[in-house]
């Protein structure tokens, strides 16, 4: 099983950016997938969950600014990130809970500039 983490990059204060993360099979439609972030020299900070439902946690840090949503139909979820700011700069990994297994992605990078 396989998770794979795309659409980080470089881009404004102020932006936004899409992250896709797209599972390797249908597996992932049944259980709860989100993402963590880390930045060099910090801990690593859950961002947002997703259940099998469809409710949402987030974050207080990026609560209204970031959406995380899935497409079942595509094994895939999304966090749309707007209005950016530089201590959003981190790498970030998708997960998937799957009954006692967990799952993780390689990581994109997310680079704000001030």
């Known amino acids: 099983v396989q998770l794979q983490a795309s659409g980080g990059g470089l881009v404004q204060a102020g932006g936004s950016l899409r992250l896709s993360c797209a599972a390797s099979?249908?597996?992932?439609?049944?259980?709860?997938m989100g993402w963590y972030r880390q930045d060099p020299g910090k801990q690593r900070e859950w961002v947002a969950r997703?259940?099998?439902?469809?409710?949402?946690n987030y974050a207080d840090s990026v609560k209204g600014r970031f959406t995380i949503s899935r497409d079942n139909a595509k094994n895939t979820v999304y966090l749309q990130m707007n209005n950016l700011k530089s201590e959003d700069t981190a790498v970030y990994y998708c997960?998937?809970?799957?009954?006692?297994?967990?799952?993780w992605g390689q990581g994109t990078q997310v680079t704000v500039s001030s």
């Open positions: 099979d249908s597996r992932f439609n049944f259980g709860v």
């Open positions: 997703i259940t099998i439902g469809g409710s949402t």
């Open positions: 997960y998937a809970l799957i009954g006692s297994a967990s799952y």
